[in-house]
């Protein structure tokens, strides 16, 4: 099992350059997350997916932010355009049910951001 | 709204010592509570996890216990190794809520030195 692979592991871009993250989650796991980690704010939920549906997306930062996911295997986070505050890890995670409690959220290496 | 609160690190540690990390919680309803790891250049990874008040999770040597009456979930390990050094994140997900969601704190970095 691969498990959740992200691209890049590394990116650095220019403010105003617009920026895609992608993520392929673990065969067979219908839910997908979208998290951004900074050391100001931690971890953050920022979106996730039910069957390639987003759910909830009350923790997409702005405007700029955009996720979809246009088949099982796939998502990506695009920033359009990037700010300096921007900067961060940001990480994809999928589980099985989705349910925290009673299943395990797998979570991929991240990709840490650099816009400048 | 939910919130966690570990202490601040970063906590070196020589190998056999004694390791605590501790946290506390502000939640409404139930709350799941849980312990991550994430080592050097991987994700996040689900150390132990606790789903009622007094229950135990454990693993790898680590433990911690869900303490309700002072909204606490502190993780202990007896004797650390060089191989346990990584980032330390404590999370509760509440079930009113819903239980999609972790709320993370900001985490605990710990080494181990020989």
């Known amino acids: 099992d691969a498990g959740v692979i992200q691209s890049p592991r590394h990116e650095v871009t220019e403010m105003g350059q617009e920026v895609t993250l992608r993520c392929k989650p673990i065969s067979g796991h219908d839910y997908l997350f979208w998290y951004r980690q900074t050391m100001m704010r931690g971890l953050e939920l920022l979106i996730y997916f039910n069957n390639n549906v987003p759910i909830d997306d009350s923790g997409m930062p702005e405007d700029r932010f955009s996720a979809k996911m246009p088949n099982a295997s796939f998502s990506t986070l695009k920033i359009q355009p990037s700010e300096p505050r921007d900067s961060a890890v940001y990480f994809c995670?999928?589980?099985?049910?989705?349910?925290?409690?009673?299943?395990?959220?797998?979570f991929g290496p991240g990709t840490r951001l650099t816009v400048l | 709204g939910n919130s966690v609160t570990q202490m601040e690190g970063p906590v070196t540690l020589s190998e056999e010592a004694f390791l605590t990390i501790n946290c506390t919680y502000t939640?409404?309803?139930?709350?799941?509570l849980f312990w991550y790891v994430q080592y050097p250049g991987e994700g996040l990874q689900l150390l132990l996890k606790a789903t009622k008040a007094d229950d135990k999770g454990s693993n790898k040597g680590f433990e911690a216990t869900y303490r309700k009456e002072t909204t606490s979930f502190h993780l202990e390990k007896g004797s650390v190794q060089v191989s346990d050094s990584a980032v330390y994140f404590c999370?509760?997900?509440?079930?009113?809520?819903?239980?999609?969601?972790?709320?993370f704190g900001k985490g605990t970095k710990l080494s181990v030195i020989p």
């Open positions: 999370a509760l997900s509440d079930q009113w809520a819903g239980s999609y969601q972790l709320t």
């Open positions: 995670a999928s589980s099985r049910t989705g349910q925290v409690t009673t299943d395990t959220q797998y």
């Open positions: 939640a409404t309803g139930y709350p799941s």
